[in-house]
């Protein structure tokens, strides 16, 4: 049987880099693998990613993080969903939430249900039927009941919060855990006879050998793609949007528990409200507008006046072809992007570890552990890909060129087929893998204004059942506390 492997080298110390080291402290300490991470002060980190999706939860509790040191730490607040304006048509508004919406009423799901209400004049919009929208239009949080029977266990929730400090939390878990964290920048890195990575170079001459080399690099890639020429799928014709401006501001009137993506005329823009401000941004085509237009739409949009200079930041929609090879697995931005439009960059970040962890090489580097890992991750990448689409095609808007493009463009293949059989009778039973599950497709769906022709002929009935959970949901949200009175917050915020 083949031995352990006995080091292992991330290269990048950004969200992705921290995230690893944390995990992999966590997971191996006692086990004599040493950890080690390099990373560059003078090259810096993204530091954008601020919404999350709530399987962040279950990456904090399996490291053991208590949730209110951690909130406090990253200036974190609780998130209940995301809203969507102007995606739709222009006006539009609709949050998709961590939740269900309604329940099934004699046998038949809700949002069959809900249509025959639609057709007869006596729906109120979807998204009026989940209590995790209801609480965050009301500004209202609690964490979810454990009684699966009450109305107030149907909903999850995510974080949105500081990314650097997240990086330095998560960078203090991991020393404590025995990872070794050097700084220097890589210049070169050194390939055996297998093409395995031997050892990186850092600019002062030091050689850094490893078993394992995690590449947390960044867009760049610096051993996956700069050594190992991996190659890219790049999704840009499907999702053209390869810019953004990030800039923070004050938060203005009660911090909301939720992030919010505003449709603009190239792109959309994100708002997502933090303890100590709120952060800001503009992801958009320079295909279809120029970076000056796109930011003074941002900077129109601000509640409050800039806090910083406005930041610009480039990339390309799309994926490494191969995200493990040889040795040497990426995670993070080095291993691919999607615009953060459903937050889920750390999400993918949060699969690469856990599918690395379940597929940990030994010594003797059984090739099944790479072809398994790349396999599982183009899946995710890929549905995550066309969730993301689905928001794009299902618009309405032909006010601009942009907006034209996106609702007329050709799709693919597997977001086509889902669309085409929820445009027929409302399927969605074929959305019960990956990270998003049907209430997601729903909101969306839904929220957009794409409502299937043909519903499940028993539905009709529910008119009195759907206005008691109206009802049930509106006396729920009046007794919960205020979501700013709920934050864990530091004691110097909180004087
Ligand atoms: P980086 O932050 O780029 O870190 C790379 C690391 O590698 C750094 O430490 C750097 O110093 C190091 N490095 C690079 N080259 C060298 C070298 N030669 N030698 C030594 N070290 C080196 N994600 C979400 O989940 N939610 C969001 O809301 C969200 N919003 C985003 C908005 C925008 C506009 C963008 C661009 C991204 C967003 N993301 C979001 C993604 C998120 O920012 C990233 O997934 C996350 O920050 C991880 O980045 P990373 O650690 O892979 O890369």
Redesign the pocket.
């Known amino acids: 049987m083949a031995g352990n492997i006995a080091s292992v080298l991330i290269?990048?110390?950004?969200?992705?880099?921290w995230m690893v080291a944390a995990a992999l402290g966590h997971k191996l300490s006692g086990t004599g693998i040493a950890v080690t991470l390099?990373?560059?002060?003078?090259?810096?980190?993204?530091?954008?990613?601020?919404?999350?999706v709530p399987h962040i939860r279950a990456f904090n509790q399996a490291l053991g993080f208590d949730e209110a040191a951690f909130m406090a730490a990253t200036n974190a607040t609780f998130k209940l969903g995301i809203e969507f304006r102007n995606w739709g048509r222009i006006g539009d508004s609709y949050i998709h939430p961590f939740g269900a919406f309604g329940q099934p009423i004699g046998g038949v799901d809700f949002h069959h249900q809900w249509i025959a209400l639609r057709r007869s004049g006596r729906a109120e919009p979807f998204d009026h039927y989940s209590l995790p929208v209801a609480m965050a239009r009301a500004n209202r949080f609690a964490h979810p009941a454990a009684d699966p029977a009450s109305l107030a266990s149907t909903y999850g929730y995510a974080y949105q919060f500081d990314?650097s400090l997240y990086a330095r939390f998560l960078r203090a878990q991991a020393e404590a855990k025995g990872v070794t964290r050097l700084e220097?920048?890589?210049?070169d890195v050194t390939q055996d006879e297998r093409g395995h990575v031997s050892a990186v170079t850092?600019d002062d001459g030091r050689r850094l050998s490893a078993d394992l080399f995690v590449d947390?690099?960044?867009?760049?890639g610096?051993l996956i793609e700069g050594a190992l020429a991996s190659g890219y799928d790049e999704w840009t014709h499907w999702l053209p949007c390869d810019r953004?401006w990030?800039v923070p501001c004050a938060n203005v009137g009660p911090i909301g528990p939720y992030?919010r993506a505003t449709a603009l005329h190239a792109g959309w823009a994100?708002r997502?409200p933090l303890q100590h401000r709120a952060g800001n941004?503009h992801?958009f085509a320079s295909g279809f507008t120029d970076e000056q237009a796109a930011l003074d739409r941002l900077l129109g949009q601000l509640d409050a006046a800039p806090l910083a200079e406005p930041r610009q930041?480039r990339?390309t929609a799309g994926k490494r072809r191969r995200q493990w090879i040889g040795n040497t697995v990426a995670?993070?931005?080095?291993a691919g992007?999607l615009?953060?439009l459903e937050?889920?960059?750390?999400?993918?970040?949060q699969l690469g570890i856990e599918r690395l962890l379940d597929l940990f090489p030994t010594a003797d580097w059984d090739p099944l552990d790479a072809a398994e890992f790349n396999r599982l991750m183009d899946l995710e990448y890929e549905r995550v890909r066309d969730f993301i689409i689905l928001h794009y095609a299902a618009t309405q808007r032909d006010d601009t060129p942009f907006w034209n493009h996106v609702r007329t463009m050709s799709l693919p293949d597997s977001l086509a087929t889902k669309m085409a059989l929820w445009r027929a009778r409302g399927v969605v039973v074929n959305y019960r893998q990956g990270m998003f599950l049907e209430p997601s497709w729903l909101a969306v769906y839904l929220g957009q204004n794409i409502v299937p022709d043909g519903i499940d002929p028993r539905a009709g009935a529910g008119a009195a059942d759907a206005a008691a959970m109206l009802r049930n949901i509106a006396s729920t949200v009046e007794r919960l506390p205020t979501h700013e009175s709920v934050l864990p917050r530091t004691l110097e915020a909180a004087a």
């Open positions: 290269v990048g110390g950004g969200t992705a880099g390099v990373e560059s002060e003078a090259i810096g980190t993204v530091g954008v990613g601020e919404a999350t990314a220097g920048r890589v210049v850092l947390c690099s960044g867009f760049r610096l953004a990030a992030t994100w997502i941004g992801v930041l990339f995670i993070g931005l080095a992007f615009e953060p937050s889920t960059s750390i999400h993918l970040i």
